[in-house]
């Protein structure tokens, strides 16, 4: 089992970056696909990125592509989401959810953080 903590929300304008990190607990962290996504108010729930337990496999929703990346640091137990080129848009609660194997995918995850709001001023 993991717990999982997301860090690094705020208030940012639009265009601004910002970074989001999820600090995991457990042993087995480097062998989770780790993945983010968003919550808009009124709005379903909304992948965002996906990573696999390497690093070396990323999926990014055409939404954020080119403007965010997921990352991680085994070391560290921690997935990071850097968000550049902020939009209205994003504003969200966002999310860090984990699943033990599998595809580096939308579907599937057992845990899940708290969540961090991001809020993106025009």
């Known amino acids: 089992q993991v717990q999982l903590a997301e860090s690094g929300g705020g208030l940012v304008q639009v265009g601004g970056s910002l970074r989001l990190s999820c600090a995991a607990s457990?042993?087995?962290?480097?062998?989770?696909?780790m993945g983010w996504f968003r919550q808009a108010p009124g709005k379903e729930r909304e992948f965002v990125a996906a990573i696999s337990w390497s690093g070396g496999t990323t999926y990014h929703a055409d939404s954020v592509k080119g403007r965010f990346t997921i990352s991680r640091d085994n070391a560290k137990n921690t997935v990071y989401l850097q968000m550049n080129s902020l939009k209205p848009e994003d504003t969200a609660v966002y999310y860090c959810?984990?699943?033990?194997?599998?595809?580096?995918?939308?579907?599937?995850?057992?845990?899940w953080g708290q969540g961090t709001q991001v809020t993106v001023s025009s």
């Open positions: 959810a984990a699943k033990p194997g599998g595809p580096v995918s939308r579907r599937g995850y057992d845990y």
């Open positions: 457990g042993r087995t962290f480097s062998s989770y696909v």
